[in-house]
T-cell receptor, first 112, second 110 residues
Framework: EADIYQTPRYLVIGTGKKITLECSQT?????MYWYQQDPGMELHLIHY???????EKGDLSSESTVSRIRTEHFPLTLESARPSHTSQYLC???????????FGQGTRLTVV | GENVEQHPSTLSVQEGDSAVIKCTYS??????FPWYKQELGKGPQLIID?????GEKKDQRIAVTLNKTAKHFSLHITETQPEDSAVYFC?????????FGAGTTVTVRA
C-alpha cells in the first residue's frame, strides 16, 4: 500500500472560490507530480517537482499553482475555481525519475 | 515530447482467456515502460514495468514485451479473472516525466 495521501477525496465548490488540494507522502520521495484525469480517463501532467523549492509546469496548461516547501507535502491551489476546472486530480511521487510512481487516491473536484 | 498511443480503448474477454494491450511511443530516448492498473475510485497502481535493456518480463499471469526498434510494447494477461477488470495504462519515460497512453478498459466476463 502506497503511503501517499490526498485530501479531500471529493469537493464540490462554487465558482470563484479559492481551493487547495492537499497531497502528502511519507516515503521521502524527492519527485512529486500532479496529474489531471479527464472523463475519458487519460492522465495529463500539470505540475511536477524535483525536490524542495522546485516546481515546474507539465504538459497540460493549468491555471493552478503548486508549492514544495517540505519534501513530503505538495499542495495544489486554484485561486479562482471555474466549472472548466471540474476534473479528477491525482498526486504521485517517485524516488527518482524513471522508477515506479506511487499515486494517491485522487481528489474529484466539481465546480458549480 | 513523448507521444504514447494505446489500443484498444476497450477490451472484453471471457474469464480464462487472454488479454493483450498494445502501445507505441515516439521518443527513442524513452527507457522505462511501466503499466498501471486503475480500479474504480482508486489511483493507478503499478503492475509491471520494463526497461529498455530488456525485451520481455513476466510476473505470474502478467507479461510485458518491448520492441525498441519498432517502438512498441505490449501487456499480456493470461487466464483472466474477474478481478482483472479495470482500466490499464501504459506509459513511457525518458527523463523527468511519465507520458501515459489513453487507457484500456478491460472487462472480464464470467
Amino acid at each position: 500500500e502506497a503511503d501517499i495521501y490526498q485530501t479531500p477525496r471529493y469537493l464540490v465548490i462554487g465558482t470563484g472560490k479559492k481551493i487547495t488540494l492537499e497531497c502528502s507522502q511519507t516515503m521521502g520521495h524527492d519527485k512529486m507530480y500532479w496529474y489531471q484525469q479527464d472523463p475519458g480517463m487519460e492522465l495529463h501532467l500539470i505540475h511536477y517537482s524535483y525536490g524542495v523549492n522546485s516546481t515546474e509546469k507539465g504538459d497540460l496548461s493549468s491555471e493552478s499553482t503548486v508549492s514544495r516547501i517540505r519534501t513530503e507535502h505538495f499542495p495544489l491551489t486554484l485561486e479562482s475555481a471555474r466549472p472548466s476546472h471540474t476534473s479528477q486530480y491525482l498526486c504521485a511521487s517517485s524516488d527518482t525519475w524513471a522508477t515506479e510512481a506511487f499515486f494517491g487516491q485522487g481528489t474529484r473536484l466539481t465546480v458549480v | 515530447g513523448e507521444n504514447v498511443e494505446q489500443h484498444p480503448s476497450t477490451l472484453s474477454v471471457q474469464e480464462g482467456d487472454s488479454a493483450v494491450i498494445k502501445c507505441t511511443y515516439s521518443d527513442s530516448a524513452s527507457n522505462y515502460f511501466p503499466w498501471y492498473k486503475q480500479e474504480l475510485g482508486k489511483g493507478p497502481q503499478l503492475i509491471i514495468d520494463i526497461r529498455s535493456n530488456v525485451g520481455e518480463k513476466k510476473d505470474q499471469r502478467i507479461a510485458v514485451t518491448l520492441n525498441k526498434t519498432a517502438k512498441h510494447f505490449s501487456l499480456h494477461i493470461t487466464e483472466t479473472q474477474p478481478e482483472d477488470s479495470a482500466v490499464y495504462f501504459c506509459a513511457a519515460s525518458s527523463d523527468y516525466k511519465l507520458s501515459f497512453g489513453a487507457g484500456t478498459t478491460v472487462t472480464v466476463r464470467a
